[in-house]
């Protein structure tokens, strides 16, 4: 497994932008998905986006528009920059790293994203 360590988080008006990034360990260049998480208080961990090996991305529909996701292999991280926030994008955000479904994934400890209205 991969450690990972998240940054980038913190508190934010409503209509804001930040960005967060994932700093893996080892390399990247082979994992077949990397992904940003959330929870909010009371709530079930959701996925928000996620970015394969090669490139393609998905989002939850929730931040399809407002949010991007990429991954600099060279560095051996990824991103997520969040734009136009809304207090309900307050949550802890993780970041979930994957090689393959042979393999158990990674989590990051998280990071404290907090919009306020």
């Known amino acids: 497994q991969v450690r990972l360590v998240e940054s980038g988080g913190g508190l934010v008006q409503a209509g804001g932008s930040l960005r967060l990034s994932c700093a893996a360990s080892?390399?990247?260049?082979?994992?077949?998905?990397m992904a940003w998480y959330r929870q909010a208080p009371g709530n079930q961990r959701e996925l928000v986006a996620t970015i394969t090996s090669d490139g393609s991305t998905n989002f939850a529909d929730s931040v399809k528009g407002r949010f991007t996701i990429s991954r600099d292999n060279a560095k051996n991280t990824v991103y997520l920059q969040m734009n136009s926030l809304k207090p309900e994008d307050t949550a802890v955000y993780y970041c979930y790293a994957r090689p393959n479904a042979l393999y158990a994934p990674s989590w990051g400890q998280g990071t404290q994203v907090t919009v306020s209205s």
């Open positions: 080892g390399s990247i260049l082979n994992f077949n998905t």
